[in-house]
């Protein structure tokens, strides 16, 4: 299992969270891979479970590049539906498990052919995360990737198969993958038939590029977030328009130092973003790739980075008015939100927050009833 870095306090377990930026591939549970690797005749890394995410947690990677080389790994176990049907919904349970209120998680269909079709793979997405969300009352949506490496045509094919699904949880389309040397301009019709066919655009962009990647992705492919954003730094006029348009971020911190872009979570810019009044979110990305939860998120944003509780409230908030739900389902799904984010508030407040930092040790842990303050 993942072994946390900082004690997480119950303040940060119990506040409300939603998550924008998490790769189904990229968040397996290990003893699930150990069975699926039996199913699928595939060979893995290790032979039991804490080997498995020994061997996929990427912190020797030397850039974006090698890091995704992992994700070759999971997506040799998941080319069947009931495979992919499974991860989808045990991710649901995961991330419910860290009072995670919405999760929108993301794929790229085209990488589970031939197999089956790229419509029947975003089916068995779909029908995991509706079993997770009913199991557990955790909202759960889906994104459906293009990817920079693969030609053009294969984004728009995905745009389309993202627009034949719209109406059954597919909310929005992405450009993932390696950046540097693969522009989004390139893949902007892929953008423009989800934005004719009214779905959302979010860009994986600023990461392993640099600004110039994320005025693309805002400019040539009309990204209504970014996916990380990281590097927007480099270009004050940049961090200024994102600012005036409230342009979102999908900040992923773990992730970002995994691949280099930052050198530790106590530099990373998503501190000055948030100072400055950007709208900033906090996310995984991958919870089996970088060996952590979303609490782990919030929890290293609080030691490293010094948010305090009303700041994570914040993000918090952030995150759950930038979904991509839409109408009374969003309206909905808000309300309880901010209910939730008022009670966690009037429970923690912030002048006594670090009363409830010093209430986590394993015995609080063990016995939550006991934390409160
Ligand atoms: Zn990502």
Avoid at 65 to 73: C, H, K, Q, T, V
Avoid at 331 to 359: C, G, I, S
Wanted: hydrophobic share 40%.
């Amino acid at each position: 299992m993942v072994s946390r870095m900082h004690p997480v306090p119950a303040w940060i377990r119990e506040l409300p969270k939603a998550e924008l930026h998490v790769h189904l591939d990229g968040s397996l549970r290990p003893e699930t891979m150990l069975e699926l690797a039996v199913d699928a005749g595939a060979a893995l890394p290790a032979s039991d479970a804490r080997g498995i995410a020994a061997a996929l947690l990427v912190r020797d990677a030397r850039n974006l590049e090698e890091y995704l080389d992992r994700y070759r790994i999971t997506l040799a176990l998941l080319q069947s539906r009931d495979a992919l049907r499974r991860v989808a919904r045990e991710l649901v349970h995961d991330v419910a498990a860290d009072s995670t209120r919405y999760v929108e998680a993301r794929f790229c269909p085209a990488l589970h052919t031939p197999a089956m079709t790229e419509a029947e793979a975003v089916d068995a997405v779909l029908e995991g995360l509706r079993e997770g969300e009913v199991a557990t009352g955790c909202v759960a949506r889906l994104i459906v990737c293009g990817l920079r490496t693969l030609q053009a045509d294969v984004s728009e094919r995905m745009a389309r198969v993202a627009l034949d699904a719209a109406s059954r949880g597919v909310v929005a389309f992405d450009l993932a993958g390696a950046e540097a040397g693969h522009p989004a301009k390139e893949h902007a019709r892929a953008f423009e038939i989800a934005r004719e066919g009214g779905l959302h655009r979010t860009c994986h962009a600023g990461e392993g590029y640099g600004p110039a990647s994320v005025t693309q992705a805002l400019d040539d492919c009309h990204a209504e977030r970014i996916g990380h954003g990281t590097r927007i730094a480099e270009d004050p006029a940049l961090v200024e328009r994102v600012r005036r348009e409230r342009i979102p971020l999908e900040v992923c911190v773990t992730s970002n130092v995994h691949t280099r872009v930052v050198a530790d979570p106590a530099v990373h810019p998503v501190r000055r973003y948030h100072d400055e009044g950007l709208v900033v979110t906090i996310n995984t990305d991958g919870r089996l790739m970088d060996g952590i939860t979303l609490v782990d998120e919030y929890a290293t944003a609080h030691a490293s980075l010094g948010f305090d509780a009303d700041a994570l409230r914040s993000v918090a908030r952030n995150a759950a008015r930038n979904t991509f739900l839409a109408g009374a389902e969003r309206e909905a799904f808000l309300d309880r939100f901010e209910n939730e984010l008022d009670e966690h508030a009037a429970r923690y407040p912030a002048d006594r927050e670090h009363d409830a930092t010093l209430a986590t040790d394993d015995a609080a842990q063990a016995h939550p009833e006991t934390e409160r303050p």
